[in-house]
């Protein structure tokens, strides 16, 4: 009687909650509908800046990948969207890739984490940049997905330099030993979460998504998912 009771109560209560969910997503889209950021025709769904015309235009990325996530080929129209947000601040565009990478983890099927954690830049990066482009879309990929994002779990202790003249011996040279997970509450919060997912904007070799892994496994995490936006090919 008393369960019967109960399981209403939590259905009930669950579906206030999606109930609400819905009416401030409707409220939300009608108010601000979303418009494709390529050229500005009416969004595909409630939650995409893409219409369908862009969106099947889109370089998708079909290949599996051996222990990644990745939505995108780095090709345009993708990789200028991503340039623009890391290099020009254009920050909208953080949202449709990041709803981008959710839809593509969906689709994936695999179990899902518990915690999202960015890949970190480092502080002096970080201001002169005044913002982290892999939390963005962790906190994009989060909400659609309905899991949180840990930014600060992880900090890089050393300023590596720029990747992209680099091969792929010096790639791994480079960013070797360049994480840390940072401090105790966080460490309590990754070992909880216990299945984690690292989530950075552009994969090339994965030296830094497996640098990453490298320190979380090695602190005690259980099971790490490499995600990232667009691979370069
Ligand atoms: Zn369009």
Not at 29 to 35: D, G, K, Q
Not at 141 to 150: D, E, K, S, V
């Amino acid at each position: 009687m008393f369960d019967t009771l109960d399981s209403l109560v939590n259905r009930w209560g669950s579906l206030r909650l999606t109930m609400g969910r819905w009416a401030s997503r409707g409220l939300a889209a009608s108010l601000f509908p979303p418009r494709c950021c390529l050229c500005d025709f009416p969004g595909a769904s409630l939650d995409l800046d893409l219409c369908e015309i862009c969106r099947a235009d889109f370089p998708w990325e079909r290949e599996p990948i051996t222990g990644a996530v990745v939505a995108l080929r780095y090709a345009p129209p993708a990789d200028e969207l991503i340039r623009d947000l890391k290099y020009r601040g254009i920050t909208p565009n953080a949202r449709v890739l990041g709803v981008l990478l959710a839809q593509a983890v969906r689709e994936h099927g695999a179990p899902m984490p518990r915690l999202l954690v960015p890949v970190p830049l480092h502080r002096a990066r970080l201001r002169e940049r005044g913002f982290n482009q892999a939390t963005m879309l962790a906190r994009y990929a989060g909400q659609m997905l309905r899991i949180p994002c840990a930014p600060r779990a992880m900090r890089r202790v050393r300023d590596t330099p720029s990747q992209t003249s680099l091969s792929m011996e010096e790639r791994h040279r480079n960013v070797r030993g360049a994480f840390a997970i940072h401090g105790a509450a966080a460490r309590r919060r990754l070992l909880a979460a216990g299945h984690v997912a690292v989530i950075d904007d552009v994969m090339t070799t994965g030296s830094t998504l497996a640098e990453m892994k490298c320190a979380l496994l090695a602190a005690g995490v259980r099971q790490v998912d490499l995600w990232a936006v667009a691979r370069v090919k």
